[in-house]
């Protein structure tokens, strides 16, 4: 699969066009462009999902234990902030 999809980025103009046929009627004709720009958004978003749920399995958070990726604050910090997360997302459902 991904070398047809390097062939067809590396052959085809941005601006070719195409069809996504599972696609309702009215956003079914696409141009590359449009499918890649779906594809990167899509994998962040699904990607952003598998880290959540791998934080949740192994415990850890950041990028990676020597380097974070996250703000230098103590534990206290977190609570409150996660208090306030879940009081905007239940506030959210109401």
């Known amino acids: 699969a ?27 004709d696409v141009t590359l462009h449009q499918v890649l720009v779906h594809v990167v958004a899509e994998t962040h978003r699904h990607a952003g999902h598998a880290d959540l749920l791998r934080e949740l399995v192994d415990g850890s958070v950041g990028y990676r234990p020597d ?14 902030y996660t208090e306030r997360l879940e009081r905007i997302a239940a506030a959210a459902t109401e």
Do not use: M
Request: hydrophobic content about 40%; cysteine-free.
């Open 67 to 80: 380097a974070p990726n996250l703000p230098p604050v103590d534990t206290g910090w977190w609570s409150s």
């Open 2 to 28: 991904w070398a047809h999809t390097d062939a067809t980025i590396e052959a085809l103009p941005l601006d070719a066009p195409g069809a996504v046929p599972w696609w309702p009627q009215e956003r079914r």
